[in-house]
């Protein structure tokens, strides 16, 4: 017991690895509609997982504590749903943009001049402004939701420091 903090890169890198990678699975993504629950999960299981090595080194564990690995899994969670969700999308053909484009001229009452500015946009734009515009989407949303389950995790984790002998 040398009352020093455990570092917070591995339990992040997990948690925000493992929540990435599931919802980037097509039928398992769906859980991000109730309320970001993947993210959330994220920065609770790092959370979760960061109390029990503060536990084993016998450091305090808080909220506040709890919030950081939550950020920085949510940082991890971002990178890493963006990663897969890009090898998801080419690897079961969703990132034919011109399909996309295709399935919006049949919506129906759809404004024509919105969807040619869609259409010139998605041309012009390319995969890589879309998949840039994803990663940041994911940024935002995962320091956000993924700091909300750290906070929550740590709130419900917290650990006293052990005192020395």
């Known amino acids: 017991m040398s009352n020093q903090s455990p570092g917070m890169l591995i339990p992040a890198l997990i948690a925000g690895s493992v929540f990435g990678f599931v919802s980037a699975i097509p039928i398992l993504n769906m859980l991000n509609c109730l309320c970001c629950s993947l993210i959330i999960g994220a920065g609770f299981v790092a959370a979760f997982l960061y109390s029990r090595a503060c536990g084993t080194a016998g450091v305090a564990f808080t909220a506040g504590t709890g919030a950081m690995v939550g950020l920085l899994a949510g940082l991890f969670y971002a990178l890493s749903a963006s990663f897969f969700g890009?090898?998801?999308?080419?690897?079961?053909?969703?990132?034919?943009?011109?399909?996309?484009?295709?399935?919006?001229?049949?919506?129906?009452?759809?404004?024509?001049?919105?969807?040619?500015?869609?259409?010139?946009?998605?041309?012009?734009?390319?995969?890589?402004?879309?998949?840039?515009?994803?990663?940041?989407?994911?940024?935002?949303?995962g320091a956000i939701f993924a700091t909300v389950g750290g906070l929550i995790g740590g709130a419900l984790f917290k650990k006293e420091a052990r005192a020395a002998f």
């Open 86 to 141: 890009a090898i998801a999308s080419v690897a079961l053909g969703m990132g034919d943009i011109e399909q996309v484009v295709e399935q919006l001229r049949q919506v129906p009452n759809m404004d024509p001049q919105l969807l040619e500015r869609i259409s010139d946009f998605v041309e012009s734009a390319g995969m890589a402004l879309i998949l840039l515009i994803a990663v940041v989407v994911n940024l935002v949303f």
